[in-house]
């Protein structure tokens, strides 16, 4: 039996993960669970898998999550600090799905115990970037990537160098807006952009599934977790998302990881590594699928890529100022107060506009380069 942390149980990848914990109760024991604000959702996993602790980050709602807990013997904690105190508890298997850059200092609290960490929270690599592959070497943790393209690539390396690959080929289904002209971008709607095709997913990553902005932010999480340079890193458009990312190696091998759309098969790859579990996911039908298709990314109606590229390449600050602007972005979207191509526009904008602070060497340091960066991000809006 191993131990494991949630964080972000209630979410998308949080419900899938628990899904597989559900199917194989004797292998696990769960030690915390953790949401925003869905204290009664929360509750009911924390009871349902006999959690030690759960917490919301949001203390206003720790009345209610204590009131749902009452009787239970689980410990009821809320608050930032209370989530970090939390991720510090020594576990088999941390999973970070936290969304944003909210879930970084519980990530790195995790990190410092040294232990694995099961990593779908992009935004915390691509905001902290060096600070985290720094601290996961210090204390001797180790990465699992969950994100779909990542672990399709951790595991093409495995038993491969780093020094013999020629390109590192992360796919993209291309999003709901996909083949929509200049004209119907400016248009789209929230509901049609959290609208994926294929996968089904939290709010805030399928609109960045449509603005290709999911893909920039994974160009530069793949910078960090496969450190081959940033000139063998590419990017394909590939509709079915079947294949779900690639590794050539100099010898002009090229290996691919196939599965279905659905993340029950990363989350189990990591949950089992490195040995392999059963999951309930439909095997692959190639014959039914039929045709895999490929096509080069078009960075003129998707800009987002080309600035994901820019600000990897800037480094320091350039991610972290990138992934605030964006979730403020999303966020004004998906309250109707941006059309839906202001998004990369106001990313533009922000590494663009004045100079980027200087290169944050601590996770403090990371903190208020972010905190700082929404701050303008909001005054931008203001200024719409
Ligand atoms: P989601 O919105 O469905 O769930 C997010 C979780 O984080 C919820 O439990 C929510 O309560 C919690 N949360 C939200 N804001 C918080 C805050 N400020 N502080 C603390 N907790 C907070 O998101 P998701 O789709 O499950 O994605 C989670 C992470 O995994 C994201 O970083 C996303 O990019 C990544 N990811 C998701 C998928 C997917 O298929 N959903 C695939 C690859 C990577
Ligand atoms: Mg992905």
């Known amino acids: 039996m191993r131990t494991i942390s949630l964080l972000g149980a209630t979410g998308s990848i949080g419900a899938s993960t628990l899904d597989l914990v559900r199917r194989h109760p004797a292998d696990w024991r769960v030690v915390a669970l953790s949401a925003n604000c869905s204290a009664r959702e929360l509750a009911v ?3 349902e898998f006999r959690a030690e602790i759960a917490v919301v980050a949001d203390e206003g709602c720790l009345p209610e999550l204590r009131e749902a807990l009452a009787g239970s ?7 930032e600090r209370a989530l970090v105190e939390a991720a510090s508890r020594p576990v088999d298997l941390f999973v970070a799905a936290i969304v944003g850059c909210a879930g970084l200092a519980p990530t790195m ?15 915390a690599l691509v905001s902290a970037g060096e600070v985290m592959t720094a601290a996961v070497r210090r204390h001797g943790a180790t990465l699992l990537p969950v994100d779909s393209e990542h672990n399709a690539i951790f595991q093409c390396l495995a038993g491969g160098r780093l020094s013999d690959v020629r390109w590192i080929t992360l796919t993209a289904s291309g999003g709901p807006f996909r083949d929509a002209t200049m004209a119907e971008l400016e248009a789209a709607t929230p509901a049609q952009a959290v609208k994926h095709p294929n996968w089904s997913m939290g709010a805030k990553i399928s609109v960045d599934s449509a603005t290709m902005m999911n893909k920039g932010l994974e160009f530069i999480e793949a910078y960090h977790l496969f450190p081959v340079g940033l ?7 590939h509709p079915q998302s079947i294949v779900h990312s690639m590794v050539e190696y100099r010898d002009g091998s090229t290996l691919a990881q196939l599965g279905p759309s659905d993340m029950r098969v990363p989350i189990a790859s990591a949950l089992a590594w490195p040995a392999r579990m059963d999951t309930p996911c439909d095997p692959l039908d190639l014959a039914a699928i ?10 003129t109606r998707f800009p987002a890529t080309r600035l994901a590229r820019e600000a990897a390449a800037h480094g320091g600050a350039a991610p972290a100022v990138l992934n605030a602007a964006n979730e403020i972005a999303v966020a ?11 998004i990369a526009a106001m990313a533009e904008d922000m590494l663009g506009q004045g100079t980027l602070p200087p290169p944050p060497s601590t996770l403090d340091e990371v903190l208020l380069v972010d905190c700082e960066a929404r701050t303008r991000a909001r005054a931008l809006l203001q200024a719409v």
């Not at 115990?113 to 935004?123: F, P, S």
């Not at 895999?292 to 960075?299: I, Q, S, T, V």
């Open 45 to 47: 996993l924390a009871r």
């Open 73 to 79: 013997g689980i410990e009821a904690a809320g608050g």
């Open 109 to 123: 609290a995790a990190i410092e115990q040294g232990g694995t960490i099961a990593l779908a929270n992009k935004e």
């Open 231 to 237: 000139e063998r890193l590419r990017i394909i458009v």
């Open 290 to 299: 039929g045709t895999l298709e490929f096509r080069a990314p078009d960075e």
């Open 332 to 342: 004004a979207f998906l309250s109707g107060q941006i059309g839906f191509t202001r």
